[in-house]
């Protein structure tokens, strides 16, 4: 298995002439499956995931999970293979039952 991830990840960083100009980041997210949306395109991927970036280009990343807020980065990589962790911030809940009972009047 060792061996077919390492020719799958050797063709991806730059032995087709397509991808010289692109380098490989992993993507992981403390909350597994947050959606990865690259320059506010949803590449229907979710973490944890490699994708391919431009090298020495800024990239705005977007990782969204439903209950947490939209975590947002531009990342800038200049090496063929970089690593970018992030921890997803819960949205806060609060309970609203007290408020709706007194704002209705009999």
Same mark, same amino acid.
């Given at each position: 298995m060792a061996m077919a991830l390492f020719k799958n990840l050797k063709s991806f960083l730059g032995l087709s002439p397509l991808l010289q100009d692109r380098g490989a980041c992993m993507l992981v997210s403390e909350q597994e499956g947050a959606e990865i949306w690259i320059d506010g395109k949803n590449t229907?991927?979710?973490?944890?995931?490699?994708?391919? !970036?431009?090298?020495?280009?800024?990239v705005k990343i977007e990782l969204k999970l439903f209950g947490h807020e939209?975590?947002?980065?531009?990342? @800038?990589?200049?090496?063929?293979?970089?690593?970018?962790?992030?921890?997803? %911030?819960? !949205?806060?809940? @609060?309970?609203?039952? %007290?408020?709706?009972?007194?704002?209705?009047?009999?």
């Open positions: 229907k991927r979710l973490t944890p995931q490699m994708i391919a !970036i431009p090298q020495m280009r800024d939209t975590h947002q980065v531009t990342l @800038r990589s200049s090496n063929k293979l970089s690593y970018y962790y992030c921890h997803l %911030n819960r !949205i806060p809940l @609060r309970l609203v039952v %007290n408020e709706v009972e007194s704002s209705v009047s009999l």
